[in-house]
């Protein structure tokens, strides 16, 4: 039983065709180059927010308070960063 169990999954397993690699269509090339340029600009968008993160922190704690009420806002700047990063692997990996 088990013998045609597995004969039968083979059978199905063969007759799936392979994609293969594929081939851009027209105009892909020029996709991808926009596609970069939107990625340099986020990642320079995250870091720009991160700069002005820390001159809110840095502004509140030299006016005497702790800062830590941008924090918050630290934290969403880094965790659209982490996004940015891991839709840019997933991207690189498409390609």
Excluded: D, Y
Excluded at 3 to 25: F, K, L, R
Excluded at 32 to 55: D, E, P, Q
Excluded at 59 to 80: D, I, K, M, N, Y
């Amino acid at each position: 039983m088990l013998h045609t169990i597995t004969a039968g999954m083979v059978h199905v397993w063969a007759t799936i065709p392979n994609p293969g690699q594929g081939i851009a269509p027209p105009g892909g090339a020029k996709l991808m180059k926009i596609v970069s340029w939107v990625a340099w600009a986020t990642f320079g968008i995250c870091v720009i927010g991160v700069f002005v993160t820390a001159g809110k922190m840095a502004g509140a704690h030299h006016r005497g308070g702790g800062g830590g009420e941008h924090a918050t806002s630290l934290g969403w700047v880094l965790a659209a960063s982490v996004i940015a990063g891991s839709a840019a692997a997933l991207v690189g990996a498409v390609t």
